[in-house]
C-alpha cells in the first residue's frame, strides 16, 4: 500500500506516559501538524500528570480500550517497556496506526519479522524513533566526515561509560522491566542505551559486514547484572572499522541533566579527526564537537548540544514526515532490523569466543533468544 500523507493534523496517541515522555512529548508540543488526541497508560497517577499537557485528550488504561472507543487515531508515540514493543506494535499496526516506536526495535528478529509484515499487511507505517541520529553534535560531525575536511576515514571510535551518580531521577519501575530484560541477555548498556550507538555506526559508515565483540559483566547489586566491561569491534562493508568500548565507573559522578551516560565518538581520517564530547551527560565541559586538521584545532561552541533537543527534532521530522511523506523517516522498520542484526551478531560472537560473526548470517537460533541469552 502506498502511504498518502495527511493534510491535516495528525490525530496522534501517546501509548506509555513513564520517564522518557518527558523527552518524547517535546516534538508534539507547540506543533501545529499534531492533534494530540488520547493517552494511555494503566498507572492513573501518570494519565493525571500527562493529562495536564493535554487537557483536551480522553485518557485510557491500556490501548485495547481506546481501540474500542470509536475515537479516531492516526499514528502513535509508543513508548512502553521493551517487552511490550512486539505486542504492541502487532495489535496497533493491525488497527492501522502508524507508529513511532521507542528503541531498541524487539529483543529478537523473530519478533522483528512480525512485526515488519504487520506493517505490510496493514500498510501502516513502523518507524523506530532514533533520535541520536537529530542531536546536533554528531549531524554536524557526519557532515564534517562526508566533507572530505579530515581526509579519508581510516577508523573510528565510540566510548560509554555509565555512572549510578548524577542526573534525573528514574522511578523503581522504569529499572524493574531494564532488570528483567539483563535476565534475558538484552542489557541496559549493550543493548538498550547500546541500540543507540550501534545505530549512529550504521548511519555513518553504512552496512556492517562482520563483528566482534567481548561482552562482560559486572555485578552491581542482588541480581542486577551490567553488561560491562564489553568491547565490540565490526567492520563496515566499505572497509571502515569501528570499536566501541562500554565501561561502568559505579561511583563516579557525573553531571547530567538526564541518564549519567558519558559518550564519545571519534572519527579519525588521513589529515585529522573529528571528535563529539559528550551527548547524554556533560562529561566533557568543551565545546561538543572538535575537528582537528593540520596542526589546528576547530571547536564548535555554539550547536544545539541538549540531549532533549534530539527528541524534539526527531518528533518533529516523524509528524512532518507523515503531513508530507518526503524524505527519510530517520529510522525505518527495515534500518532498524540492521541494528538488531548488528547487536545479535554482537551476542552470537561474545558466546562464541569472539570470532566473526556477520550480521546478515544471524539465524533463527539466535533470533530466539538460543546462545544470546
Ligand atoms: N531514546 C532514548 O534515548 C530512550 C531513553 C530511555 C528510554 N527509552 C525507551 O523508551 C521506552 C520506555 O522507557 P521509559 O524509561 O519511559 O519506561 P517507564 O517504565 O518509565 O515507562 C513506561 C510506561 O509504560 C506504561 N505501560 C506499561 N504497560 C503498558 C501498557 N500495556 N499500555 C500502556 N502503557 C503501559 C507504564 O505504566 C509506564 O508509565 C523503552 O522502550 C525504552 O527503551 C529510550
Same mark, same amino acid.
Given at each position: 500500500m502506498i502511504f498518502v500523507p495527511f493534510d491535516r493534523p495528525v490525530r496522534a496517541v501517546f501509548i506509555g506516559l513513564g520517564r522518557i515522555y518527558d523527552l518524547n512529548v517535546r516534538g508534539y508540543l507547540d506543533n501545529p501538524d499534531v492533534e494530540v488526541v488520547a493517552l494511555v497508560d494503566p498507572s492513573e497517577e501518570r494519565r493525571a500528570q500527562r493529562q495536564a499537557d493535554w487537557p483536551g485528550a480522553r485518557t485510557f488504561s491500556c490501548a485495547a480500550e481506546l481501540a474500542a472507543s470509536g475515537l479516531e487515531v492516526d499514528a502513535a508515540e509508543v513508548l512502553l517497556p521493551v517487552q511490550l514493543h512486539a505486542d504492541g506494535a502487532l495489535q496497533m499496526l493491525g488497527w492501522g496506526w502508524h507508529i513511532n516506536l521507542q528503541k531498541p526495535?524487539?529483543?529478537?528478529l523473530a519478533q522483528a519479522r512480525l512485526m515488519m509484515d504487520a506493517a505490510r499487511t496493514s500498510g501502516a507505517v513502523l518507524r523506530v524513533m532514533e533520535n541520536y541520529l537529530f542531536y546536533e553534535p554528531l549531524r554536524k560531525l557526519k557532515e564534517t566526515v562526508e566533507s572530505g575536511e579530515i581526509g579519508d576515514v581510516v577508523g573510528y571510535h565510540m566510548k560509554m561509560v555509565g555512572s549510578a551518580h548524577g542526573g534525573w531521577d528514574v522511578p523503581i519501575s522504569s529499572w524493574l522491566w531494564q532488570w528483567e530484560q539483563m535476565k534475558q541477555g538484552r542489557g541496559i548498556l549493550v543493548f538498550d542505551d547500546g541500540w543507540h550507538k550501534l545505530a549512529t555506526a550504521i548511519w555513518l559508515f553504512g552496512p556492517v559486514r562482520e563483528v566482534r565483540a567481548w561482552i562482560g559483566s559486572t555485578s552491581v547489586g542482588p541480581g542486577v547484572d551490567l553488561d560491562a566491561p564489553s568491547t565490540i569491534i565490526w567492520e563496515h562493508e566499505n572497509g571502515i572499522r569501528g570499536v566501541w568500548d562500554i565501561t561502568v565507573a559505579m561511583d563516579m559522578y557525573l553531571r547530567s541533566d538526564y541518564y549519567t551516560n558519558d559518550e564519545r565518538w571519534e572519527v579519525t581520517g588521513s589529515r585529522g579527526f573529528a571528535r563529539v564530547?559528550?551527548?547524554?551527560?556533560?562529561?566533557?565541559?568543551?565545546?561538543?564537537l572538535e575537528v582537528y586538521v593540520d596542526g589546528q584545532m576547530r571547536a564548535y561552541?555554539?550547536? *544545539? *548540544? *541538549?540531549?532533549?533537543s534530539s527528541f524534539r527534532d526527531s518528533g518533529r521530522h516523524w509528524l512532518r514526515w507523515l503531513r508530507t511523506g518526503e524524505g527519510p523517516l530517520l529510522w525505518s522498520g527495515e534500518e532498524a532490523v540492521d541494528v538488531l542484526r548488528f547487536a545479535l551478531a554482537g551476542y552470537m560472537s561474545s558466546a562464541s569466543g569472539s570470532r566473526g560473526v556477520a550480521p546478515a548470517e544471524v539465524g533463527d537460533m539466535v533470533a530466539s533468544g538460543g546462545p544470546a541469552s
Amino acid at each position: 500500500m502506498i502511504f498518502v500523507p495527511f493534510d491535516r493534523p495528525v490525530r496522534a496517541v501517546f501509548i506509555g506516559l513513564g520517564r522518557i515522555y518527558d523527552l518524547n512529548v517535546r516534538g508534539y508540543l507547540d506543533n501545529p501538524d499534531v492533534e494530540v488526541v488520547a493517552l494511555v497508560d494503566p498507572s492513573e497517577e501518570r494519565r493525571a500528570q500527562r493529562q495536564a499537557d493535554w487537557p483536551g485528550a480522553r485518557t485510557f488504561s491500556c490501548a485495547a480500550e481506546l481501540a474500542a472507543s470509536g475515537l479516531e487515531v492516526d499514528a502513535a508515540e509508543v513508548l512502553l517497556p521493551v517487552q511490550l514493543h512486539a505486542d504492541g506494535a502487532l495489535q496497533m499496526l493491525g488497527w492501522g496506526w502508524h507508529i513511532n516506536l521507542q528503541k531498541p526495535m524487539c529483543s529478537n528478529l523473530a519478533q522483528a519479522r512480525l512485526m515488519m509484515d504487520a506493517a505490510r499487511t496493514s500498510g501502516a507505517v513502523l518507524r523506530v524513533m532514533e533520535n541520536y541520529l537529530f542531536y546536533e553534535p554528531l549531524r554536524k560531525l557526519k557532515e564534517t566526515v562526508e566533507s572530505g575536511e579530515i581526509g579519508d576515514v581510516v577508523g573510528y571510535h565510540m566510548k560509554m561509560v555509565g555512572s549510578a551518580h548524577g542526573g534525573w531521577d528514574v522511578p523503581i519501575s522504569s529499572w524493574l522491566w531494564q532488570w528483567e530484560q539483563m535476565k534475558q541477555g538484552r542489557g541496559i548498556l549493550v543493548f538498550d542505551d547500546g541500540w543507540h550507538k550501534l545505530a549512529t555506526a550504521i548511519w555513518l559508515f553504512g552496512p556492517v559486514r562482520e563483528v566482534r565483540a567481548w561482552i562482560g559483566s559486572t555485578s552491581v547489586g542482588p541480581g542486577v547484572d551490567l553488561d560491562a566491561p564489553s568491547t565490540i569491534i565490526w567492520e563496515h562493508e566499505n572497509g571502515i572499522r569501528g570499536v566501541w568500548d562500554i565501561t561502568v565507573a559505579m561511583d563516579m559522578y557525573l553531571r547530567s541533566d538526564y541518564y549519567t551516560n558519558d559518550e564519545r565518538w571519534e572519527v579519525t581520517g588521513s589529515r585529522g579527526f573529528a571528535r563529539v564530547n559528550r551527548c547524554t551527560g556533560r562529561g566533557i565541559q568543551q565545546p561538543s564537537l572538535e575537528v582537528y586538521v593540520d596542526g589546528q584545532m576547530r571547536a564548535y561552541h555554539a550547536l *544545539d *548540544d *541538549d540531549w532533549a533537543s534530539s527528541f524534539r527534532d526527531s518528533g518533529r521530522h516523524w509528524l512532518r514526515w507523515l503531513r508530507t511523506g518526503e524524505g527519510p523517516l530517520l529510522w525505518s522498520g527495515e534500518e532498524a532490523v540492521d541494528v538488531l542484526r548488528f547487536a545479535l551478531a554482537g551476542y552470537m560472537s561474545s558466546a562464541s569466543g569472539s570470532r566473526g560473526v556477520a550480521p546478515a548470517e544471524v539465524g533463527d537460533m539466535v533470533a530466539s533468544g538460543g546462545p544470546a541469552s
